[in-house]
């Protein structure tokens, strides 16, 4: 039996976990926002609040997947 090191992830690994938890988060806001606007019971400053925490989110996704990308030389 050999002790081999838990597997240590690599730097592109974290932050494909890291873009799909930010996704995740990003879909469940939208939904939030989506029911609240449904329901006609949300607050105008939260449904806002919500938004703009919904769009920060998404340019972190854009950043995070523009780092993932390699740059291609055509």
């Given at each position: 039996m050999t002790n081999a090191p838990p597997h240590k992830m690599d730097h592109d690994e974290?932050?494909?976990f890291k873009l799909e938890a930010w996704r995740r988060e990003h879909r469940d806001l939208d939904e939030?926002?989506?029911a609240l606007d449904e329901r006609g019971t949300g607050d105008p400053l939260?449904?806002?609040r919500l938004k703009k925490q919904?769009?920060?989110?998404?340019?972190?996704?854009?950043?995070?997947e523009?780092?993932?990308t390699p740059d291609i030389i055509a």
């Open positions: 974290v932050l494909r939030a926002i989506r939260t449904v806002k919904k769009l920060a989110l998404k340019d972190r996704i854009a950043q995070l523009d780092e993932l």
